[in-house]
C-alpha cells in the first residue's frame, strides 16, 4: 500500500493602515508640562536638602576646623587694638 498525501498552504496578511490619533491638544500640552516642572522642581529640592543631609556634618566640621581659629584670632587683634596694643 502506498500512502501520499500532499498539503497545499497559503497565508496571506492585509495590512490595513490605521487612522493616526491628532496630537494632544494645547491645553493638554501645557498642563503635561506643568506637572514634569513641578516634578523637576520638587525632585531638584529633595537633592539639595538631601545633600546637605549628606555632607552638612562634614562641612560643619570643616568651618569649625578652618574659622573658628581664624574668627578667634581677628577678635583678639581687635580687641588688642582698642586698648592701644600694636602685635
Do not use: C
Not at 503635561?32 to 520638587?42: E, L, Q, R, Y
Not at 537633592?47 to 556634618?57: K, T
Not at 578652618?66 to 581687635?78: G, I
Amino acid at each position: 500500500m502506498d500512502f501520499v498525501s500532499a498539503v497545499d498552504l497559503k497565508l496571506a496578511e492585509e495590512y490595513k493602515a490605521h487612522i493616526t490619533s491628532l496630537a494632544p491638544s494645547i491645553g493638554m500640552q501645557l498642563r503635561n508640562a506643568t506637572i514634569d516642572g513641578f516634578s523637576s522642581a520638587s525632585e531638584s529640592l529633595l537633592g539639595i536638602v538631601l545633600f546637605f543631609a549628606e555632607s552638612g556634618p562634614t562641612l560643619i566640621l570643616w568651618l569649625a576646623i578652618l574659622f573658628v581659629p581664624r574668627a578667634h584670632a581677628l577678635a583678639s587683634l581687635s580687641a588688642a587694638s582698642r586698648s592701644g596694643f600694636s602685635p
